[in-house]
C-alpha cells in the first residue's frame, strides 16, 4: 500500500507564500500521475495541478502563473509551489498519486489526509 504525507501547509497572508509537500512511502511501486486537488468549505474537490512521470504538468486556470507542481522521483516527493495567494486560495489541499505496482503491476491510488491553508486578506 502506498501512503502518501502532505506537509508544509499553514496562514499566510494575501501575496504571500507556500511550499506543499507529499512524500509517499511503500516498497515497490512507480507513480504515473501525480496531483494536488483543493476543496474549500461548502465546495467540491478540484483538481489544481497535475504532473505525469514524464513530467508533463497541467493547471486549473485559477492558479496558472501563480503555482508551480514538480516531483522529486528520487525521494518519492512531490511539491506544490504557491505564489502570490489569494484569500480564494483558501482551503485544504490534498496530494494524490496514481500508478502501479512493480510486483504484478496491478494499479493503485492514495491520497494525503490533506494539509489547511489558509489565506488572510
Known amino acids: 500500500q502506498v501512503q502518501l504525507v502532505e506537509s508544509g501547509g499553514g496562514l499566510v497572508q494575501a501575496g504571500g507564500s507556500l511550499r506543499l509537500s507529499c512524500a509517499a512511502s511503500g516498497s515497490g511501486f512507480s507513480i504515473n500521475i501525480g496531483g494536488w486537488y483543493r476543496q474549500a468549505p461548502g465546495k467540491q474537490r478540484e483538481l489544481v495541478a497535475a504532473i505525469t512521470s514524464g513530467n508533463h504538468t497541467n493547471y486549473a486556470d485559477s492558479v496558472k502563473g501563480r503555482f508551480t507542481i514538480s516531483r522529486d522521483n528520487a525521494k518519492n516527493t512531490g511539491y506544490l509551489q504557491m505564489n502570490s495567494l489569494k484569500p480564494e486560495d483558501t482551503a485544504v489541499y490534498y496530494c494524490?498519486?496514481?500508478?502501479?505496482?512493480?510486483?504484478?503491476?496491478?494499479?493503485?491510488?492514495?491520497w494525503g489526509q490533506g494539509t489547511q491553508v489558509t489565506v488572510s486578506s
Open positions: 494524490n498519486a496514481k500508478g502501479i505496482y512493480s510486483s504484478n503491476g496491478g494499479p493503485f491510488g492514495s
